[in-house]
């Protein structure tokens, strides 16, 4: 969760297990970013939202995940997910770098992972991503391309979403061996 606001050699401020975790997601944004399902995808935003076309990618991709019953077998499911995940952050906020300290009290009282099964938890995650982009002045564009294009963002979600965690389980073995 905390990768995203750690740049560059920062990352190794951080203890050896979170140094592999920051491995870990870059390594998973990195194969979502060159993946041809996510190409499909980001150039359904890219007309209006250029250089963060693949931020909408990702903001969407959390809804098809959060609506996943592979990954969650129903809301229930989801939601003690979601708890675990912020009681096990709660544990770690000593390692959070300040602007994600600052967002995460908002994270958790609003409850933005589990929100994300819903339309309006993904029109207001697009928001958030407002607020936090130089360059981006509105997303109700972004969220009408979405809700037009639900079926065929599903559909490269579901190509995508097998083959990330097939990745990702294979590197964390490998970040885990040593």
Same mark, same amino acid.
């Given at each position: 969760?905390?990768?995203?606001?750690?740049?560059?050699?920062?990352?190794?401020?951080?203890?050896?297990?979170?140094?592999?975790?920051?491995?870990?997601?870059?390594?998973?944004?990195?194969?979502?970013?060159?993946?041809?399902?996510?190409?499909?995808?980001?150039?359904?935003?890219?007309?209006?939202? #250029?250089?963060?076309?693949?931020?909408? =990618?990702?903001?969407? !991709?959390?809804? &098809? +995940? /959060? *609506?996943?019953?592979?990954?969650?077998?129903?809301?229930?499911?989801?939601?003690?997910?979601?708890?675990?995940?912020?009681?096990?952050?709660?544990?770690?906020?000593?390692?959070?770098?300040?602007?994600?300290?600052?967002?995460?009290?908002?994270?958790?009282?609003?409850?933005?992972?589990?929100?994300?099964?819903?339309?309006?938890?993904?029109?207001?995650?697009?928001?958030?991503?407002?607020? #936090?982009?130089?360059?981006?002045?509105? =997303?109700?564009?972004? !969220?009408?391309? &979405? +809700? /037009? *294009?639900?079926?065929?963002?599903?559909?490269?979600?579901?190509?995508?979403?097998?083959?990330?965690?097939?990745?990702?389980?294979?590197?964390?073995?490998?970040?885990?061996?040593?």
């Amino acid at each position: 969760m905390i990768s995203d606001f750690v740049k560059g050699k920062a990352k190794e401020n951080f203890p050896a297990a979170i140094q592999k975790g920051i491995m870990l997601h870059r390594a998973i944004d990195n194969f979502t970013d060159k993946h041809e399902a996510t190409a499909a995808v980001k150039k359904l935003f890219r007309p209006d939202y #250029r250089l963060y076309s693949g931020a909408f =990618t990702d903001v969407v !991709y959390d809804y &098809f +995940l /959060a *609506n996943d019953r592979q990954e969650f077998s129903s809301a229930e499911a989801l939601m003690q997910f979601s708890q675990n995940t912020f009681d096990l952050l709660e544990k770690q906020q000593q390692w959070f770098a300040p602007r994600f300290a600052a967002m995460f009290p908002y994270m958790k009282s609003q409850n933005w992972l589990y929100h994300y099964q819903y339309d309006e938890g993904i029109q207001k995650s697009m928001e958030g991503l407002r607020r #936090r982009a130089l360059y981006i002045k509105e =997303t109700q564009t972004a !969220y009408q391309v &979405f +809700l /037009a *294009n639900k079926v065929v963002i599903k559909k490269e979600y579901d190509l995508f979403f097998p083959q990330l965690k097939q990745y990702t389980a294979d590197l964390l073995y490998n970040l885990l061996a040593y």
